[in-house]
């Protein structure tokens, strides 16, 4: 059995400053779906998770944030 996985970001919560940081992302909503390869079925997790603030040596500019970033910091 292949069971293939995809995330899906379906939300973000985020604080207009946090720790003299303008537009923090704090929270993220998410699905986590798997896919069986041979019968198509497919079980999706609805989750959320809180994101730890950032420092502003690792802060990424809202604007600047990609999906992949949103992933990365849902699996820590």
């Not at 985020?14 to 079925?41: C, M, Q, W």
Request: proline share 5%.
């Amino acid at each position: 059995m292949e069971i293939t996985y995809a995330w899906k970001i379906t939300a973000l919560k985020k604080a207009p400053s946090l720790n003299g940081l303008s537009d923090v992302i704090t929270h993220i909503r998410f699905d986590y779906t798997g896919t069986d390869a041979v019968s198509g079925e497919s079980h999706t997790f609805h989750g959320a998770c809180p994101v730890g603030a950032p420092s502003a040596d690792s802060f990424t500019p809202l604007t600047q944030i990609t999906e992949a970033n949103v992933i990365e910091w849902a699996k820590a």
